[in-house]
Structure formats: C-alpha cells, structure tokens
C-alpha cells in the first residue's frame, strides 16, 4: 500500500501517484513499464528504495488509476506529463528508475530536461528499435522472451481492479503496444551528451539485447552496466535480492 496517493491534473490528465518514504533528500521517481502499474513494477523492490528517501510514483497515461485520453500515447507526451507532475509536486530535481516503457520515458526526460536528472536508471530500455530482439518487434508470442498466459492475466486484473474505464483493457493494451513500438527520437550523441550518472540494467533474455545494453553503457559519459541471469523482461524488476544491492548502492 501507498504510504499516500493523489491525483495531480497534467496536461488534460487526471494524473495518479503515490508517495512513499520520508520526505528527506533528493526524491526518487519510479516510472513503471507499459500496461503495467506501480505495484506491478515495483512491489519487490519499492519497500528498500523507500526507506530513507522520498519515493514518488505515478501512473502514466491511461496505466492503472489514470484515465486515458483522446492525446496520442508517445514517449514525448508521457515525459512532459511527468516534468509538469514534479512541477506540481515542487521538485527541481529527482532521480529516476524507469523500466520498460517508463525507462524510455525517463531517457526523455534525461535528454531534454537534465538538470532535472540526478541520478539515472534504464532497466530494459533501448535507445533505438534495432535494439530489441527481432522476436519480441514481430512476435508470434511463442519467444520465450515474451510475458506468458500468467503475466498478461496479471496485467488485466490490475487493470480491471484500478482503471476508471475496465472495459478497455485490449484498446489500451493496442494503444501501448503502439507507443512501445514507435521510432525512438533519440541518437547516439543525446546518449553522449547525457551528464547523469546512468545505471543500465537488463536480463540476459530481456526484450533488449545484451549488446545494445553495453552500446549504451558505452555511449554514456558516466554509465555502468548490470546484466542479471536467467533474467527475462517480466521477471526483471521482480528480482529483488540482485536488484536492491545493485540500486541502493548506485543510487546512494
């Protein structure tokens, strides 16, 4: 459970997130992967991350308790929903933890507003479509690299049990899909020009490929790269005894 949880209005959303934590230091802003929620993403590691520093979590357009809207579902849009949330909230500067679709999310904010950026971590984020596997861009579902039966069922009971519209899980589901899908905006010299000390992080059977994760571990002035075994995309954030080490230690 949220230590509190709110609705912040956003550029035509009625945006939830919570908060966990004392509310002490430099924040941390936790961005969860696409069709998923805050507790979805982060129910194993959120307990550690929060003790001793202000954790603020939101959900993103049309995830979880926020409702969508007519407004295209683009990385560009779920960025500036979320600089226009810490503007709200008063926060010049926060870390981030993105994963997934919310790893992208914080990369743009990264690239376009780093003084924004403390600290910076990609789990399962690339920075450009080559680097996904060519089975998870045209999957025919049978890659072992995809989410199973049990992880969409788990997506669309969240969903059912928080959203304001339940009925709409398979057109949200096609919508975040596209978005995830989409030309990335970024290049190899935004990844160059990136001042944030950076964590990359992704499972060895991970949507992204391990040699993309090292290209960008490369390209970044100030990055580390952490490759977790036996680790596929669904069950990477859920790997707490190897992640919480490795966060806590980077993120200080």
């Known amino acids: 459970m949220p230590a509190s949880s709110a609705y912040a209005k956003v550029d035509g959303l009625e945006m939830y997130y919570e908060t966990h ?3 002490d230091g430099r924040p941390l802003v936790l961005l969860h992967g696409g069709a998923l929620t805050v507790d979805l993403s982060f129910a194993a590691v959120l307990p550690a991350l929060a003790d ?3 954790v603020v ?3 993103l357009q049309g995830h979880g308790h926020t409702a969508d809207t007519e407004r295209a579902m683009t990385v560009a849009n779920l960025a500036a929903d ?3 949330l810490l503007d709200e909230l008063g926060i010049e500067q926060a870390d981030f933890l993105g994963f997934s679709l919310g790893g992208m999310t914080a990369l743009e904010v990264a690239v376009r507003h780093p003084e924004r950026v403390g600290r910076l971590v990609l789990a399962a984020t690339p920075y450009r479509q080559e680097g996904y596997h060519d089975d998870v861009r045209t999957p025919d579902f049978a890659s072992p690299r995809l989410p199973g039966q049990a992880d969409f069922q788990k ?3 969240a969903y059912a049990a928080v959203a304001p519209h339940p009925e709409h899980f398979q057109d949200f589901l096609a919508k975040v899909t596209g978005a995830a899908h989409a ?8 990844l160059r020009a990136l001042d944030a000390p950076t964590l990359v992080v992704v499972g060895d059977t991970d949507f992204v490929r391990v040699e993309h994760a090292a290209e960008m571990q490369r390209l970044i002035p100030r990055a580390r790269l952490a490759v977790l075994p036996d680790t596929t ?3 990477l954030m859920g790997r707490a005894s190897v992640l919480v080490p490795l966060l806590t230690e980077f993120l200080g």
């Open 82 to 84: 979320v600089v226009d």
């Open 233 to 235: 995309h669904a069950r």
């Open 57 to 59: 979590a939101p959900e």
């Open 155 to 157: 997506m669309a009971d």
């Open 21 to 23: 934590g004392p509310d």
């Open 52 to 54: 001793g520093r202000r």
């Open 183 to 190: 030309p990335l905006p970024w290049t190899a010299d935004d």
